[in-house]
């Protein structure tokens, strides 16, 4: 079964520092995998995803991701943190799980503080 | 406008009423799924729907039951509520021929049973 692990789950940073959010995956088939947004009191947001074509992924916010297959790995950087980034950040992963249906698995989350 | 919709908002409840949290989309989407969002936890899948009359169990489906009579709408229902169940829970769909396209989340419902 699939499975993903996020570390840390509370990040800060400094505004205008770099923002690195950690995520390993375990699947035994090819992952699609996703970072996704929750912003106070909201729902969830795509930012980016993963879906076997090119291993550098750019989202949306200035977001970009990277899978690194021999690392099991898809963190999530930004070069400069925005007070606007502070929210809470989720990877996830999708996999087939049998008989033609299949099943998204959440990461614990991880939430970002920017200090101004 | 693309969206999903969850009623109610809010809810406040008793152990042992039955309650049914709605949820539509209107994007003709086949893939429906429940999940709840616990402190620590993230979000864990109960139920998912591949088409009409198609669900199967997620991670934590002990509690919840679904139907989903009509594509558009995929109701959670708690036929005997418990404390534990107190949550925020979303509902997500996506289409079901590209699962890689982009799952549309609900605004949520946050639910207390007391």
């Known amino acids: 079964a699939q499975s993903v692990t996020q570390l840390g789950s509370h990040v800060s940073v400094s505004e205008g520092a770099l923002v690195l959010l950690r995520c390993n995956y375990s699947s035994s088939v090819p992952p699609y995998l996703f970072w996704y947004v929750q912003y106070p009191n909201q729902g969830l947001q795509l930012l980016l995803k993963?879906?076997?074509?090119?291993?550098l992924v750019k989202g949306i916010n200035g977001f970009e991701a990277e899978f690194k297959k021999s690392e099991t790995s898809f963190h999530l950087t930004k070069p400069s943190a925005h007070m606007s980034d502070a929210a809470e950040y989720f990877c996830a992963v999708i996999a087939y799980s049998g008989a033609g249906s299949y099943q998204l698995t959440f990461g614990k989350g991880t939430k970002l503080s920017v200090i101004p | 406008e693309a969206q999903v919709t969850q009623n109610p908002r809010y809810l406040i409840t008793v152990t042992g009423k039955k309650l049914t949290v709605t949820c539509s989309q209107n994007?003709?989407?086949?893939?429906m799924s429940w999940y709840r969002q616990d402190p620590g936890l993230g979000l864990r899948q109960i139920y998912y729907s591949m088409n009409v009359e198609v669900t199967d169990k997620g991670d934590v489906p002990e509690g919840y039951k679904v139907s989903r009579k009509e594509k558009r709408n995929f109701p959670l229902i708690l036929e005997s509520p418990s404390p534990n169940q107190t949550s925020l829970y979303f509902c997500a769909s996506t289409s079901a021929d590209r699962i890689t396209d982009t799952q549309y989340f609900g605004p949520g419902t946050r639910l207390t049973v007391l």
């Open positions: 993963y879906t076997s074509a090119a291993t």
């Open positions: 994007m003709n989407h086949e893939y």
